[in-house]
């Protein structure tokens, strides 16, 4: 009986922690080799349109259960542990994998979410 309660416990906290916080420290400290390349986040958000703002909202505000991604924690996250989220996915929380998408295309992805996220919004 134990054993039945602390698994739930666990699986009950796992699906409050952001997927961000769940990445392994080996991916947080990848890198972005894309970052900062304006031609990068160009092609990012012609990918986000196509693969992402059916969830995540045109302009990463979020729509129903998908987060808002124009957050100053997305902006400020390791590439890294961005790059785990769209490998991975997190399905317990409705997000499928991309890793059916090339690693590069990811990387622009991220690319664009980060510079999207960067920007203040209008007051």
Known sequence: MKRVVL???GLSLALAQSPLQQAPERWRAKANPLAGDAQAAQAGAKLFARECAACHGD????????????????GQAPPGALFWVLEN????????????????QRWQIITYVQALSARKKPE
Request: no cysteine; aromatic share 12%.
């Open 59 to 74: 302009n990463g505000e979020g729509l129903g259960k998908a987060p808002a991604l124009k957050r100053a924690d997305v």
């Open 7 to 9: 698994f739930f416990l």
């Open 89 to 104: 996915g997190a399905l317990w929380q409705g997000m499928p994998s991309f890793a059916h998408l090339p690693e590069a």
